[in-house]
């Protein structure tokens, strides 16, 4: 809420003036390693002759002081009181220099957090007025004046004004209200006023428990979506994300309504909680509230993001060092990320205890399922305490049975928490079992709730015990902006990718990967993959390598046959490959596919490789899939396996490819009024470069814009299209050889703010080049507006008709994210002899105007680029160039020492 400006209440004197303000201003705050000297504080807030400037210099005093207690290790627990006790004086202080009539008639009330006496250094500070029957325009200036006055000495002040009538009334319309005046305590003004606005909106007038606890559950489950219903996002709210802070307060809240206690110990007392978990609350609700009393001191405002920018910090803060194969932050982080995996199992088991007491019948009759569990309002439960021990196999079998029974509301708060006791009897003895293998495998086979278990398995802890390479990626971040999830996150995101696939309700997502889907001979051989594909992450040496040791070894453990088991750790082994065969590798080149299809050896091996890696790539991060890429795998994918039918020792003929390409160009063109004629005349200038280099409907688009194409009108070309055998928006580009368009052509599509998935530059017989480029706008799709390709295309025009050298930097910033690492830039070179060509890998920091950069110094050392594979890794680039000199030869190894020294040098200076 928005203070009352001061310039508003001109018309009453002020009572905060003073013309002596320099007394308080002067005062210090003792903390000397004992707290706060709040004998001084109390001193100087009594002195008359404080003003506006003295209260400001006391809460900056002591914010600096609880900031200095801070370092020092003092308990977070006393430090948010503190605050709030700080502020409480302040407050109280200024409220007694009101007019009499405003302190005698008016309560004085804080509530929200303020109210529980939490406060970290720059939290809003939550008032409530409850005003007297029909007196709101009496006291209206005063308490304008006040507002104002605490504004101004730097508090952030939230206010509402009320009476007792309008309190109950807005409570019972808006939860939020209900919520915040349940803790609610009197700071000044007449208590009467105070307790009889407590009655009103206690669970006898509104919001009874029943109405009130669903409406909690219901606004923890929207809130809870807003975040992708994860706790593991790169930059987690502390606050509001599943397992943060409001997770706790909701247990508190319901408590409140239910038992009248606001006290997480009291629920020990009423067997909601056990000790154990009380202090899984309080360890963790103190680790998140040192991780905001740190955000508010490091951003020096209000602040629940753990951002980026905050996070190495605040890990140094907190005095962690980086280690052999981890980072310090990244060390801070999962410890993060475990923490409020902690959290959020112990919410879910309160909540459903809460379910249970509130809206269901607590001494239901159980059903009996099984020998060893039960159904109890819905929830599956054991059917004795000692289940677990006298057959620990079924901590495996509990998650079948959910399988099985997918009417089942989940597992209930008691078991949950037997299943936490018991989790050391999954040992070596257990994991050697054969009869867990088999129930493993099974919960792997399951026609149904495959992932939905596994992500239980891993809440629960029973997946990271069971196998434990993967325990130890639980909570493992890695500090790039390519990887949006922790590792088990994303690794269960990968089995959750592949499992749709299996599903026939989402046939209609990928329908060619469903297809191949359920054409598999196993298909947990592509979960287990799945599973352990990034395993070995934070080991040290080659994650993909490692890795496949560990797959097959479990593998073969688990009864698999020899040859399932190598495969699931070929896969491992190869996961990156088609990725990058796809992004960094030309793949109109034969031999690429033909030295692909040779690592693949076979269509079993492609299929599951090919699946494998549109689940890994989808699952890493939400912004990293797009149709570009979807068309690239399926491409790379659909030419291997032709490859591989046709018989390795048959590579597919050059002469023929070319065949297939100008008929497949000539059937599209026969609807079209293009005689055979104009198309000998146009195609005779296209070298076998291009016929190689261009799909079929790119060259019968070219060839109608070239029909017409009077170069004494214009010397160039430029056209702009949406076609559905692309996944982008294709750019074309018809100009002179000599004009070096590449630098000015993706500086205009950065300006435009798209993303260049694909850029070909094939310079033909004629002195002419064609320019093939494909973009996505940020969102991932092509142009969709009509009127936005117009305007790019005019803009281009413009551009190459000039022959501008543009700066895009100048309309355009790196994102925050990005700007935050620093990436030395690297370039090699490979020369590709067969291709008569040279091969330039560059990898340096993501920024715009970074391929209009590269494209200047090229074209300032005469080096004319073929093609460009672009592929952005968070916040680096991994461009690759494959290039020629004026004579279209390879570069010899004196322009190649320069090159690289030019283009160090240039994006070093931009960076």
Request: aromatic share 8%.
């Amino acid at each position: 809420m928005r203070a009352p400006a001061s310039s508003t209440v001109q018309p009453e004197p002020n009572p905060f003036e003073s013309a002596n303000a320099a007394a308080l201003a002067r005062q210090t705050l003792n903390v000397g390693g004992f707290g706060i000297d709040w004998d001084r504080i109390d001193a100087a807030l009594a002195d008359p002759a404080a003003g506006l400037i003295a209260y400001r210099s006391l809460l900056r005093s002591a914010n600096a002081a609880l900031g200095q207690l801070f370092l020092a290790d003092t308990p977070i627990e006393q430090l948010v009181r503190d605050r709030a006790a700080v502020v409480d004086r302040v407050i109280q202080s200024a409220w007694n220099r009101c007019p009499a009539a405003l302190q005698k008639r008016v309560s004085l009330i804080a509530v929200g957090g303020y109210g529980r006496h939490e406060l970290h250094p720059s939290s809003d500070v939550d008032l409530l007025f409850i005003l007297p029957d029909r007196m709101r325009r009496r006291y209206g200036q005063s308490i304008a004046t006040f507002l104002a006055f605490l504004w101004d000495i730097g508090l952030e002040v939230g206010h509402s004004a009320r009476t007792v009538a309008e309190c109950r009334e807005e409570s019972r319309r808006d939860m939020t209200v209900a919520t915040s005046v349940m803790e609610s305590r009197l700071l000044a003004g007449p208590e009467e006023l105070f307790k009889r606005m407590q009655n009103a909106v206690g669970p006898t007038e509104i919001w009874p428990a029943r109405t009130f606890f669903e409406a909690k559950l219901k606004e923890q489950r929207v809130r809870h979506h807003r975040y992708d219903d994860t706790a593991y996002n790169l930059e987690p709210n502390i606050k509001g994300s599943p397992g943060g802070l409001r997770d706790i307060q909701v247990i508190t809240w319901i408590a409140m309504r239910y038992f009248g206690t606001g006290k997480l110990e009291d629920l020990v007392e009423h067997e909601f909680l056990t000790p154990a978990q009380l202090a899984i609350l309080r360890d963790g609700r103190e680790f998140l509230w040192r991780i905001r009393f740190a955000l508010h001191i490091v951003t020096g405002r209000r602040e629940d993001r753990l951002l980026f920018d905050h996070q190495a910090k605040i890990a140094s803060l907190f005095g962690y060092e980086d280690a052999s194969y981890t980072l310090a932050v990244e060390q801070f982080m999962q410890r993060y990320y475990r923490t409020v995996m902690e959290l959020s199992r112990v919410n879910e088991m309160l909540l459903q205890l809460f379910q249970e007491a509130i809206l269901m019948n607590p001494h239901a009759p159980p059903e009996p399922l099984t020998e060893d569990f039960q159904v109890r309002n819905g929830f599956l439960q054991v059917t004795s305490n000692d289940v677990f021990q006298s057959n620990p196999s079924a901590l495996l079998e509990i998650f079948l049975i959910l399988q099985q029974h997918p009417e089942l509301n989940g597992v209930s708060a008691y078991t949950i928490a037997l299943i936490r006791r018991n989790l050391h009897r999954i040992d070596d003895e257990f994991r050697q079992s054969p009869k867990n293998h088999r129930l493993f495998l099974q919960i792997l086979h399951a026609p149904e709730g495959v992932t939905h278990e596994l992500r239980r398995m891993n809440l629960y802890g029973v997946l990271g015990q069971y196998i434990p390479h993967f325990g130890r990626i639980v909570g493992r971040m890695q500090y790039d902006l390519f990887h949006a999830y922790t590792v088990d996150e994303h690794t269960l995101f990968v089995v959750s990718n592949l499992r749709r696939f299996a599903l026939e309700r989402f046939d209609h997502e990928f329908p060619r990967c469903s297809e191949i889907m359920k054409g598999l001979p196993v298909p947990e051989v592509a979960y287990l993959a799945g599973l352990f594909h990034d395993i070995a992450k934070g080991r040290g040496g080659d994650h993909s390598e490692l890795g496949a040791v560990d797959a097959e070894a479990y593998c073969l453990e688990h009864g698999m046959s020899r040859y399932e088991a190598r495969l699931v750790a070929w896969l491992v082994r190869h996961h990156l490959a088609l990725s990058l065969t796809a992004q960094k590798k030309d793949v109109d080149d034969q031999e690429v596919i033909r030295e692909f299809a040779a690592l693949v050896g076979d269509e079993t091996h492609l299929d599951y490789l090919y699946l494998l890696t549109v689940a890994d790539v989808r699952a890493t991060s939400p912004k990293l899939w797009n149709s570009w890429k979807a068309q690239l795998f399926e491409e790379l994918y659909e030419m291997t396996k032709r490859a591989l039918r046709r018989g390795l020792e048959i590579p597919i003929d050059k002469e023929e490819l070319l065949l297939e390409k100008k008929q497949a160009a000539r059937q599209l063109l026969a609807s079209s009024e293009v005689s055979d004629a104009e198309i000998d005349r146009i195609w005779a200038d296209f070298g076998e470069e291009y016929f190689l280099r261009c799909r079929s409907e790119e060259m019968s688009w070219h060839t109608q814009l070239l029909v017409d194409f009077d170069p004494s009108q214009r010397p160039f070309l430029v056209a702009v299209q949406n076609d559905d055998s692309s996944a982008g928006t294709t750019i074309f580009l018809y100009t002179p050889q000599v004009d070096f368009t590449f630098a000015t052509a993706t500086a205009v599509l950065d300006e435009f703010g798209l993303t260049i998935v694909d850029a070909r530059v094939i310079p033909l017989e004629n002195g002419y080049s064609v320019s093939v480029y494909v973009v996505l706008e940020p969102d991932g799709q092509r142009i969709l507006d009509t009127a936005r390709c117009e305007q790019l295309q005019q803009r281009l025009r413009r551009a190459v008709d000039r022959g501008d050298d543009l700066d895009p930097r100048v309309t355009r910033r790196a994102p925050r994210q990005v700007r935050m690492f620093s990436t030395s830039t690297m370039v090699s070179f490979l020369q590709d002899e067969k291709n008569s060509r040279t091969v330039i890998e560059l990898v340096t920091g993501d920024r715009p105007g970074l391929l209009s950069e590269v494209g200047k110094v090229l074209r300032d050392n005469h080096v004319f680029i073929l093609n460009a594979k672009i592929l952005t890794v968070g916040e680096r680039a991994e461009d690759v160039f494959f290039v020629t000199d004026e004579q279209d030869r390879p570069l010899n190894e004196a322009t190649c020492e320069t090159l690289k020294h030019s283009l160090v040098t240039a994006l070093e200076e931009s960076a």
